[in-house]
T-cell receptor, first 113, second 114 residues
Framework: SQQGEEDPQALSIQEGENATMNCSYK?????LQWYRQNSGRGLVHLIL?????REKHSGRLRVTLDTSKKSSSLLITASRAADTASYFC?????????????FGEGTQLTVNP | DGGITQSPKYLFRKEGQNVTLSCEQN?????MYWYRQDPGQGLRLIYY???????QKGDIAEGYSVSREKKESFPLTVTSAQKNPTAFYLC?????????????FGPGTRLTVL
C-alpha cells in the first residue's frame, strides 16, 4: 500500500519562482527521501532527511520534516525549466522492514520558461 | 562505468506468455528491488532481495517471480498469472550496512501486453 500522499498532484510555475511540494505519511520512519523522475526514466535520489532532523539543504533544495505531523516538504528555489519532472517522497522504516521504501503518488512539476 | 542496467528498454508480450526482465548491477550492492509503476502513479514494490539466494514478497507479488543466484543479478519474471502486466518496471539496488540509505535505479523496462 502507498504510505505517502503528496500534494499537489500537479504544479505549474514560471522559471525563477519557488516550488513547494508536500508529503504526508502514516507510520514511523527511520528516514524520508525525495526522488526525481524525468518522463519515462528511472528515479534519481535528491535528498535524505533522518527522523531526528528537522531541516536539510542541498543546493537549491530544502527539505523539512515534522515527525509529529508525519509530514515533509520539498522546496525548490529559483526553479529552472530543467526542473520539470515528477517528484516522489519515499519513507524508509529501517532495517527491520528490509530497508524497503514506500513511495508516494508524486507531484508533477512543470516549470515554464 | 558503474551502474545498474535493465534490459530490454521496451518489451512486448502476447497474453498467456511468460516474460523475463533483466536487472544487473556492478555497484557491489547487497539489496535489490523490483517496482511497478502505472501511468501517473507512484512505485509499488513487487519483490526485494537482501542477500543471494533469498528474497521477499513486496506489496504486489502475485503473478511475478524472481531469483537471486548472483549478487549482481535479480531477474523478474512476469507470468501469465499476472492479470494486468502492462506497466513500467523499475529495478533498484542499495548498500545495506554503512551505506547512504539511498536506492539507485535502473532506466526501466516498459512492458506492453498485446
Amino acid at each position: 500500500s502507498q504510505q505517502g500522499e503528496e500534494d499537489p498532484q500537479a504544479l505549474s510555475i514560471q522559471e525563477g519562482e519557488n516550488a513547494t511540494m508536500n508529503c504526508s505519511y502514516k507510520t514511523s520512519i527511520n528516514n524520508l527521501q525525495w526522488y526525481r523522475q524525468n518522463s519515462g526514466r528511472g528515479l534519481v535520489h535528491l535528498i535524505l532527511i533522518r527522523s531526528n532532523e528537522r531541516e536539510k539543504h542541498s543546493g537549491r533544495l530544502r527539505v523539512t520534516l515534522d515527525t509529529s505531523k508525519k509530514s515533509s516538504s520539498l522546496l525548490i528555489t529559483a526553479s529552472r525549466a530543467a526542473d520539470t519532472a515528477s517528484y516522489f517522497c519515499a519513507t524508509d522504516a529501517g532495517e527491520t522492514s528490509g530497508s524497503r521504501l514506500t513511495f508516494g503518488e508524486g507531484t508533477q512539476l512543470t516549470v515554464n520558461p | 562505468d558503474g551502474g545498474i542496467t535493465q534490459s530490454p528498454k521496451y518489451l512486448f508480450r502476447k497474453e498467456g506468455q511468460n516474460v523475463t526482465l533483466s536487472c544487473e548491477q556492478n555497484l557491489n550492492h547487497d539489496a535489490m528491488y523490483w517496482y511497478r509503476q502505472d501511468p501517473g502513479q507512484g512505485l509499488r514494490l513487487i519483490y526485494y532481495s537482501q542477500i543471494v539466494n533469498d528474497f521477499q514478497k513486496g506489496d504486489i507479488a502475485e503473478g511475478y517471480s524472481v531469483s537471486r543466484e548472483k549478487k549482481e543479478s535479480f531477474p523478474l519474471t512476469v507470468t501469465s498469472a499476472q492479470k494486468n502486466p502492462t506497466a513500467f518496471y523499475l529495478c533498484a539496488s542499495k548498500i545495506l550496512a554503512g551505506g547512504s540509505n539511498e536506492q539507485f535505479f535502473g532506466p526501466g523496462t516498459r512492458l506492453t501486453v498485446l
